[in-house]
């Protein structure tokens, strides 16, 4: 499943993230890479225990909450703590697919990453490139949306990110462990849930039917949980 999520973040809130990671100190984004990934990767972010990241993510990690499309999509059992990224100067990451396992700093155990996200946070007016290029089975998807918008995607995906030839490309990225493992249950989770909401706002929440039916959501996601 990949996954929009506009209007993720309020332009205020786009605002007073920004005005806290631009006045941070950036590093090589090699920092937390492994092996394969230093091949490809050339950019910056911010160290993950500074004080202007923990803040920032705390502000991602609210919007994720009160998200509806998230939680149905993600089904979040474990959010590794948001990171934030820079692209600029022909900077890009090459094809790669994300680890596995992301270790929590300061020993806080460890996320197994079934979905990852980017959020947006740069008028994509303002640079050119920088698309996030995901291959799926019916090709390359190139993202690029406004600021304050999100993307969700299997880690398992193969994806780039496409060199930053204008302007400057600030992101927000991180992992979810989903309660539910599986790429394809998950994606018929959302659905079903998807077309209960629907049927909530046509036929009214207590309608015999739709009890059925979110009785059968709630027994898959037993099941698949």
């Known amino acids: 499943m990949l996954l929009p999520l506009p209007d993720l973040l309020t332009q205020e809130e786009v605002s007073r993230l920004r005005a806290l990671i631009e006045q941070a100190q950036w590093i090589d984004g090699n920092a937390t890479s492994g092996h394969q990934a230093r091949l490809v ?13 923990r803040q920032a993510g705390q502000i991602v990690l609210a919007a994720l909450a009160r998200n509806p499309a998230f939680i149905s999509a993600a089904l979040p059992a474990r959010i590794y703590p948001p990171m934030f990224n820079s692209y600029a100067g022909g900077q ?29 946070l740069e008028d994509p007016a303002a640079y ?10 019916f090709g390359a998807q190139r993202v690029k949306l406004p600021a304050g918008h999100g993307v969700l995607y299997p880690s398992s995906s193969l994806h780039r990110v496409e060199p930053v030839t204008r302007g400057r490309r600030l992101a927000s990225f991180l992992w979810v462990q989903s309660m539910v493992r599986a790429d394809g ?41």
């Open 41 to 53: 990767k050339q950019n910056e972010q911010l160290p993950e225990d500074s004080a202007e990241a």
């Open 92 to 120: 890009t990451y090459g094809l790669h697919v994300d680890n596995a396992v992301r270790v929590l700093p300061q020993g806080g155990g460890s996320v197994r990453a079934d979905l990852s996200m980017t959020v947006f």
């Open 128 to 137: 050119d490139g920088g698309e996030l290029t995901i291959e799926t089975a």
């Open 185 to 225: 249950a998950r994606s018929s989770l959302f659905d079903l849930d998807q077309s209960i909401q629907q049927l909530a706002g046509e036929l009214g929440e207590g309608h015999p039917a739709l009890v059925r039916l979110t009785g059968v959501y709630h027994n898959l996601l037993r099941q698949w949980a």
